[in-house]
């Protein structure tokens, strides 16, 4: 079977792998000019993200490039220290930057995967018994199936499924990451790896630590930029943290030198627990995206194995593996579903940002910690590989 997948990031990737060993014939068509660097350090959580990245064989290759790990101090306008957030939670049990991940999962299967960079699916034509794909600059081809793992903002779910505003819902905030973190090195001394963090009413701003360089989150309506354009991520940050005192004047005369920045919106991804339709499916953010809700990554990474796994499962019958992907994914991505970490990382007054710092120091935040560890191994993980062997 001929497969198409848009997107080269952490799921299209992931899945190309796994078509690849099950003996699909894939194609990864990604819209950049070459494998995208650049986001924050993100992070897998619990022995079922741990298991399928071994499954991989890239669970050594991910934590012999892991982060630090830092703690997150939030600090007042002084530099005071007003609560911690605990690196354990930020960055699970094994953390990387988004860019050395990507890297990773390309180099696994570059050799054995067709890999199309610079061009974007521009139609799509289900005729039941195959799928006619046009592009924006090669010939139009046909598929047995065209698998969507091209992010919060997807193409396929566009064509396939209907416009964003049906499915991607903004939460009233913007982050912004700008730099990678320069606590790779696990070698560096624990005590000198930390971010600071200082919260204005609806603005967050985080200098350092092991996420990335910079970090900025703030209150706002929907905004009219384009998202591919720096200079214009810059501005809006320039501006909008002008006034906000602090380490902001030092940090935003480094964002001026800065070329790797990320501006998006806080967004959730709702589709009903229905991620195919037809011979097209969605895998990782373009189906169950969150913004910074700490599972994205776990979620792509296992959402590409399982519906991989599903189609050698079925031998290749779609209808069969579709549906059981979208049952197995309909209840394993809602620990993903409901949460907003905009109101907790940037609350919008100063009663919310105390409250929040209570928050970080109290018994509930443990017990919060705990619950998404349990989340994300709430799976029967099927070893597909060992059944395709038998
Ligand atoms: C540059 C970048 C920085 C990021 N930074 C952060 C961050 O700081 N914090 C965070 O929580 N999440 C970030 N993310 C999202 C994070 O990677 C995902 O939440 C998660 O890893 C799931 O991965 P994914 O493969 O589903 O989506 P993504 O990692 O977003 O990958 C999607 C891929 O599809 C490509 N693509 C998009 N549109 C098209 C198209 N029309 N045709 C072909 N290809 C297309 C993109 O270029 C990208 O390579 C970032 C994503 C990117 C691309």
Known sequence: MRVLVSGAGIAGPSLAYWLHRYGFE?????????????????????????????????????RARRTGTTDLAFVDEAGRELAVMSGEFSGGDVEILRGDLAEI????????VEYVFGDTI???????????????????????????????????????????????????????VAGA????????????????????PGKLAVDGGSKAQQMYMFTSPPLDYAREDTAAAR???????ADMGWHAPRMLAELAECDDIYLDSISQVRMHGEYTRGRVALVGDSAYGNTLAGFGTGLAVVGAYVLAGELATAAGDHVAAFAAYDRVMR?????AGNSNAGPFLAPKTAAGIRARNWFLGSRLFTLMMK???????????VDYPSLIRA
């Not at 046909?142 to 779910?157: C, K, N, Q």
């Open 181 to 200: 973190s320069r606590w790779t090195d696990t070698s560096l001394p624990r005590e000198r790896a930390r971010g600071f963090a200082h919260n204005t």
């Open 26 to 62: 894939a194609t990864v068509v990604e819209r950049a000019p070459a494998l995208r660097p650049g986001g924050q350090a993100v992070d897998f959580k619990g022995r079922t993200h741990l298991t399928v990245l071994e499954r991989m064989g890239v669970l050594d290759a991910v």
């Open 105 to 112: 999962l390309y180099d696994r299967t570059a050799d054995a």
């Open 371 to 381: 619950y998404g560890d349990k989340a994300a191994n709430d799976i029967d993980l």
């Open 235 to 241: 501005r809006i940050i320039e501006t909008t943290f």
């Open 331 to 335: 209840r394993y991505a809602k620990i």
């Open 122 to 176: 521009t139609a799509l034509t289900d005729t039941g018994d195959e799928v006619r794909v046009e592009f924006e600059r090669g010939q139009a081809r046909t598929f047995d199936l065209v698998l969507g793992a091209d992010g919060i903002h997807s193409r396929v779910r566009k064509l396939a499924f209907g416009p964003e505003a049906d499915f991607v819902h903004h939460l009233g905030r913007y982050y912004c």
